[in-house]
């Protein structure tokens, strides 16, 4: 009975703690206003201000205009990994071919990039800053 009372009690607090953890890390966001439109996905999205958003219990980006009219969630392909040399500011990155702009990469303050998109060997990279508060 004791054994049985302690596996419950291990098992209720390790619950406990996990629940505390995902509670503890939050949403990570960011605002950026985007000076054209974009490709996100299959989706043309008009020029505007986003609001960026990463719930840490998914494995999704959810965008959204400031407005309100346009809205999605997109799967997150990869994290990737902050160099020595780079900034921990926060940052979007397009990956531009022609004159195509695809939302490829969102890099939350101080943390490791989202990867989003592959693109093809045909592109330069355009670095948006999120919108000072």
């Keep these: 009975m004791k054994k ?30 985007i000076p054209h439109e974009f490709t996100v996905g299959k989706k043309v999205m008009p020029a505007g201000t986003y609001h960026f958003a990463r ?5 999704a980006l959810s965008i959204r205009s400031v407005s309100g009219t346009n809205r999605m969630s997109l799967p997150i392909l990869t994290r ?3 160099d020595s040399s780079s900034s921990l500011a926060a940052k979007v990155v397009f990956d531009k071919a022609g004159d195509t702009h695809f939302l490829s990469e969102v890099w939350m303050s101080g943390e490791d990039g989202l990867l989003l ?5 045909d592109h330069v990279h355009e670095v948006l800053e999120p919108v000072k508060k």
């Design 4 to 33: 049985q009372l302690k596996n419950r009690l291990a098992i209720t607090l390790f619950s406990v703690a996990a629940a505390m953890s995902v509670q503890g890390q939050g949403t990570r966001s960011l605002t950026v206003e």
């Design 55 to 59: 719930e840490s219990a998914t494995n």
């Design 80 to 82: 990737l990994a902050r």
């Design 117 to 121: 998109r592959v693109s093809p060997k």
